[in-house]
């Protein structure tokens, strides 16, 4: 029987040109697409639904930026147009074009946390393994 491997948070991290800058313990996503009615003259219910843009906005919870980043003055503050990935044991999702809005801290002494980081994603892909 073949052992089911589950991401860790080594697993979710935040990079920009392969490099990676901070790992993630956990995330909440939600893709959303807008769509709208199609209606005809004279026809009582819709003809179709037209589809809309698609958004995704990611919950990160307790961001760690890599000590080697520490020295390289990586802020998250400063982030813009990265990427997140996530390694699932069968394959690799990245969202790329990725803002943040919305950054929640709190750490201890010598400890640079940031506990809840909410982004968008301009796109999703999923990569094979």
């Known amino acids: 029987m073949a ?15 392969g490099k990676k800058l901070a790992v ?11 769509s709208r009615f199609v209606e005809a ?7 179709g639904v037209a589809a809309g843009r ?3 906005i990611i919950e990160l919870s307790r961001v760690y930026v890599l000590s ?18 996530i390694v ?3 394959r690799r999702i ?3 074009g990725c803002e943040w809005y919305d950054i929640s801290e709190s750490a201890g002494l010598n400890d640079t946390v940031a506990e ?7 796109r999703r892909i999923e990569l094979a393994g």
């Not at 003259?41 to 003809?47: D, K, L, N, R």
């Not at 080697?68 to 990935?85: G, K, R």
């Not at 809840?116 to 301009?122: L, N, P, T, Y």
């Open 3 to 17: 052992t089911i491997q589950f991401p860790t948070s080594q697993d979710i991290y935040l990079e920009i040109n």
């Open 24 to 34: 993630v313990e956990s995330y909440q996503a939600k893709t959303t697409k807008e």
């Open 41 to 47: 003259f004279g026809e009582a219910e819709p003809v």
């Open 54 to 56: 698609i958004r995704h």
């Open 68 to 85: 080697e980043n520490q020295s390289d003055s990586v802020a998250l503050y400063d982030l813009s147009e990265f990427n997140l990935v």
């Open 88 to 90: 699932k044991p069968d």
């Open 94 to 96: 990245v969202y790329s």
């Open 116 to 122: 809840k980081v909410s982004i968008a994603a301009a």
